[in-house]
């Protein structure tokens, strides 16, 4: 009876306990997913809330008053007053959007050919749809108890212009210093060199703006949370505006193209998804790989990173 006990009940016991006990990689997992929440929250940086004039300022503050910009569609300068807000210093890179995909159970990202190689550089923003940024942000909130979310439109500006200074573009200065202060076409070429003429690059590579937010006019675009109206400034409401309530385009802000696009004040637009691009029949890319994002916490109060 002894025996039976022995070498009968105990290895039955290890047994169950083994299958219900979690696996190397389930608390690889955890420990994964803590710790971009805990990264996540050390990037945010606190922004106070108050009061600017959103869109193109150059009638009022350069030497000959033209504006920016020709679009129509950054007009006409209007107050906004916004919350306090927190919002990431970084794009989120690939590295961080792989964690999310695992722990979701979701396809990895950027896996065909036109997309793969920007993956293999290490900490590349990455390129989503416009739904995706949104769940990420979203799921972020989940699982950190904190209200993440994509920033709207005017989040973005004011934070690009470090708390809505006149700044046109959202650098150390102010200014667009190709070389010094963004990357010239060399200098992505060295950073990303599997890649001909690449779109982005490594996060966080050259200074950020007086506020501390790297990368709000070069390194691609950020999707944010608005539908896209060409008129919405001439109807946006004066507080915490959120955008039009529907839309077919999603806003995008950011540097696309060059200098231009790069303003903090130049408004962008896309479709929440790309259409599957083919070569041969055979499917290349399903994503724009500039369209990044990064995510804010709604909140009045800097966040305890503790």
Same mark, same amino acid.
């Given at each position: 009876?002894?025996?039976? +006990?022995?070498?009968?009940? %105990?290895?039955?016991?290890?047994?169950?306990?083994?299958?219900?006990?979690?696996?190397? *990689? =389930?608390?690889?997992? /955890?420990?994964?997913?803590? $710790?971009?929440?805990?990264?996540?929250? =050390?990037?945010?940086?606190?922004?106070?809330?108050?009061?600017?004039?959103m869109?193109?300022?150059?009638?009022?503050?350069?030497?000959?008053?033209?504006?920016?910009?020709?679009?129509?569609?950054?007009?006409?300068?209007?107050?906004?007053?916004?919350?306090?807000?927190?919002?990431?210093?970084?794009?989120?890179?690939y590295?961080?959007?792989d964690v999310?995909?695992?722990?979701?159970?979701?396809?990895?990202?950027?896996?065909?050919?036109?997309?793969?190689?920007?993956?293999?550089?290490?900490?590349?923003? =990455?390129?989503?749809?416009?739904?995706? $940024? #949104?769940? %990420?942000?979203? *799921?972020?909130?989940?699982?950190?108890?904190?209200?993440?979310?994509?920033?709207?439109?005017?989040?973005?500006?004011?934070?690009?212009?470090?708390?809505?200074?006149?700044?046109?573009?959202?650098?150390? !200065?102010?200014?667009?210093?190709?070389?010094?202060?963004?990357?010239? %076409?060399?200098?992505?070429?060295?950073?990303?060199?599997?890649? $001909?003429?690449?779109?982005?690059?490594?996060?966080g #590579?050259?200074?950020?703006?007086?506020?501390?937010?790297? /990368?709000?006019?070069? !390194?691609?675009?950020?999707?944010?949370?608005?539908?896209?109206?060409?008129?919405?400034?001439?109807?946006?409401?004066? +507080?915490?505006?959120?955008?039009?309530?529907?839309?077919?385009?999603?806003?995008?802000?950011?540097?696309?193209?060059?200098?231009?696009?790069?303003?903090?004040?130049?408004?962008?637009?896309?479709?929440p998804?790309?259409?599957?691009?083919?070569?041969? +029949?055979?499917?290349?890319?399903?994503?724009?790989?500039?369209?990044?994002?990064?995510?804010?916490?709604?909140?009045? #109060?800097?966040?305890?990173?503790?």
């Amino acid at each position: 009876m002894q025996h039976a +006990r022995r070498f009968g009940t %105990y290895p039955l016991i290890a047994s169950v306990l083994a299958f219900f006990a979690p696996s190397s *990689w =389930a608390l690889q997992l /955890d420990q994964d997913v803590q $710790a971009l929440v805990n990264k996540s929250k =050390a990037n945010l940086i606190f922004i106070k809330g108050g009061t600017f004039k959103m869109g193109d300022f150059g009638a009022i503050t350069t030497q000959d008053k033209l504006p920016y910009t020709t679009q129509d569609e950054s007009k006409p300068l209007h107050d906004v007053e916004l919350d306090s807000f927190s919002i990431g210093k970084y794009k989120v890179t690939y590295e961080d959007f792989d964690v999310y995909s695992k722990a979701t159970n979701t396809q990895k990202i950027g896996e065909l050919k036109a997309n793969r190689e920007y993956r293999t550089i290490a900490n590349v923003p =990455a390129g989503v749809n416009w739904q995706e $940024a #949104k769940n %990420y942000c979203l *799921w972020l909130r989940k699982i950190s108890s904190l209200p993440f979310d994509l920033p709207t439109e005017a989040q973005w500006e004011y934070a690009a212009r470090s708390g809505g200074k006149f700044h046109p573009w959202a650098t150390d !200065n102010g200014q667009y210093e190709e070389g010094r202060n963004v990357a010239n %076409y060399d200098q992505r070429e060295k950073m990303m060199p599997k890649i $001909a003429s690449p779109l982005v690059y490594p996060v966080g #590579k050259y200074p950020p703006n007086p506020i501390g937010l790297y /990368d709000m006019s070069s !390194n691609g675009t950020d999707w944010v949370n608005d539908w896209f109206s060409a008129t919405y400034y001439e109807e946006s409401p004066r +507080r915490n505006p959120t955008g039009p309530t529907s839309g077919t385009e999603k806003v995008k802000r950011g540097i696309e193209l060059d200098y231009a696009t790069a303003l903090t004040m130049y408004r962008q637009k896309s479709k929440p998804a790309k259409e599957i691009s083919y070569l041969d +029949r055979t499917p290349i890319s399903d994503r724009h790989p500039e369209s990044g994002f990064r995510c804010v916490v709604n909140s009045p #109060k800097p966040i305890n990173v503790k």
